[in-house]
């Protein structure tokens, strides 16, 4: 029995073939340069900041130099995938603000290089794998899972590598007719490839757009490209989708790295150009002195969900991964404050191949800038959307007005408060401002007894005129310290305390706590300007009552 025959049996009812699929699939029409590039995770279910560090290079590259960035879904380890983890992984991507072109999204699918989940696509892996077992590149290997441990038991005997390769490779050459008559008894088998003779003494060279020229030792192993259920292996897939949805760039892990020499041989056997592999380095954190990778059980950092959790502001997330990204963008945004990060020059020379240090502290450093630069309507409209995802009642029931105001807070002038980090972060920083939060979270000074405390409050509500600008207000205070006993400015106290009860510092002391129940706050005047009148008089008489004054 020949090859070609062989073949059929294996794929009866292969359809299109793979010549077909060159016209249902045709190259682009792009302009010539123009990056093709994709994102293909796989829906287990943890999606990373790995996965969006890589579609953020993907995502520049593409839409930097005219190209188009696709989403492809790699679904073909059914053990592994979790109930609605494509949809989670098409929201979390969004989220981030990642501008697919094509490929699976929330409402379906969008492109003519579908489909894009990798499970309905089995026509053209079962296309290929004809066309490689036609030519003897392929062949049914019927190992049990008893023979296969044989063959290691032998190979660890021997002192030789494990896997299945050259001799050890019980199934190789088998005769077609021997294979046939496997086939017709129903016996169970996977597609495994035939890696070349000559691999073993091999080198193999490739280029790599962010680590340079590679050599690396040829593969000799015969790999899985098909299951026993006729899915395909990611690296069988990958190639047979790379080439049909016409990626130019495969931005990818480094940990793909290993596989790289039988992803090569996998493009030469079907003579397709293999796109630019672009292995971009691994998230490193820095530990006890040591840099480690981050870590799923360890690092929470890592999955995306944290960053939403917590509310992060996507766009803090992705400047702070173009910083680790690129060499360069750093210097760049010092000196283009305010631009677009879309402006800066992405380039994959840029990225540093050994390994890339992730802080949570930076993150949080260029947050603060983020929020800083946001029009308080921008923050008001990113908590409220927070407060939505995590249900914080307060927020959700706070007006739009209301909440601009407070973020407005020392922001709109030209130095501006830098105190906003994340959502969670800002929530716990505001709670004060609304009434089902607020908590007297501070005792009153040492040195203030709580009647004095009813005494400044009684007098301060009487003179509270909420129309009055900043400087009125503060020099109404100033009176009203003073009439009572207080010196005006602390240094005068502290020359002559026998003359004062202390200084006016102890006095809006006193207010700040009525008002937000804290010690510390923003600007007084500003925070009663953000709470409106009403609520500025129900703070100042409810604290005068607690703190024992005239009710
Ligand atoms: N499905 C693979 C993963 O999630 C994709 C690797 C690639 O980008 O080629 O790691």
């Not at 404050?337 to 930076?362: C, N, R, V, W, Y």
Request: with cysteine.
């Amino acid at each position: 029995m020949e090859q070609a025959e062989l073949a059929a049996l294996l794929f009866p009812k292969t359809g299109k073939t793979l010549a077909d699929y060159e016209t249902v699939y045709p190259p682009r029409r792009l302009p010539p340069g123009a990056p093709v590039t994709r994102l293909a995770p796989s829906p287990t279910g943890f999606i990373h900041l790995g996965n969006v560090y890589g579609a953020l290079a993907s995502e520049r590259l593409a839409h930097q130099n005219g190209g188009l960035f696709l989403l492809r879904i790699e679904d073909t380890d059914e053990k592994r995938e979790k109930p609605g983890a494509v949809e989670a992984l098409i929201e979390a991507l969004a989220y981030f603000g990642l501008r697919f072109d094509e490929g699976a999204a929330a409402a379906g699918e969008r492109g003519a290089y579908g489909p894009y989940r990798q499970r309905e696509r089995v026509g053209l892996y079962h296309a290929a794998a004809r066309a490689l077992t036609e030519r003897g590149l392929a062949y049914p290997c019927f190992c049990s899972e008893e023979e296969l441990q044989e063959i290691r038991a032998a190979q660890a005997a021997a002192g030789a590598n494990f896997g299945y390769y050259g001799a050890w490779a019980k199934y190789r050459d088998l005769p077609p007719a021997e294979a046939r008559r496997r086939l017709e008894r129903g016996e169970p088998f996977v597609l495994r490839w035939r890696a070349p003779e000559a691999a073993a003494a091999a080198t193999v060279t490739v280029t790599d757009a962010v680590r340079g020229a590679l050599v690396l030792p040829a593969n000799e192993q015969d790999i899985v490209l098909l299951k026993s259920n006729g899915v395909p292996t990611y690296h069988f897939a990958h190639v047979v989708d790379d080439h049909f949805m016409r990626v130019t760039h495969a931005v990818r892990g480094e940990e793909w790295l290993p596989s790289l020499p039988v992803h090569a041989q996998l493009f030469a056997a079907l003579a397709w150009e293999p796109p630019v592999y672009c292995h971009t380095p691994l998230l490193l954190k820095m530990e006890g002195g040591g840099k480690r990778k981050l870590s799923k059980r360890k690092d929470p950092e890592l999955a995306l969900d944290f960053y939403r959790r917590e509310g992060y502001h996507p766009l803090a997330v992705r400047e702070y991964l173009m910083t680790i990204l690129n060499s360069g963008y750093e210097e760049w945004r010092l000196a283009h404050p305010g631009t677009d990060m879309e402006e800066f020059s992405f380039s994959l020379a840029k990225i540093g191949a050994s390994g890339a240090l992730f802080d949570l502290q930076k993150l949080n450093d260029i947050s603060k800038n983020v929020f800083a630069a946001l029009a308080p309507e921008e923050t008001a409209d990113f908590l409220r959307q927070w407060a939505e995802a995590m249900s914080v009642s307060a927020l959700l029931k706070a007006p739009r007005e209301y909440l601009t105001a407070i973020a407005a807070i020392g922001r709109r002038e030209a130095n501006p408060r830098k105190d906003f980090i994340y959502g969670a972060q800002i929530f716990s920083f505001i709670s004060f401002f609304f009434d089902e939060c607020f908590q007297a979270e501070d005792p009153l000074p040492d040195n203030m007894t709580g009647a004095e405390a009813g005494r400044i409050l009684t007098e301060y509500l009487a003179a509270y005129d909420h129309a009055a600008g900043k400087d009125g207000w503060f020099a109404a205070l100033k009176r009203l310290a003073v009439a009572g006993g207080y010196a005006e400015k602390p240094k005068d106290y502290k020359k002559q305390p026998e003359l004062y009860k202390g200084h006016i510092g102890d006095v809006s002391a006193v207010i700040r706590l009525a008002l937000s129940g804290r010690k510390n706050s923003p600007d007084l005047w500003e925070i009663q300007q953000a709470m409106g009148e009403q609520r500025v008089r129900g703070r100042l008489a409810a604290a005068r009552q607690r703190y024992g004054g005239p009710g």
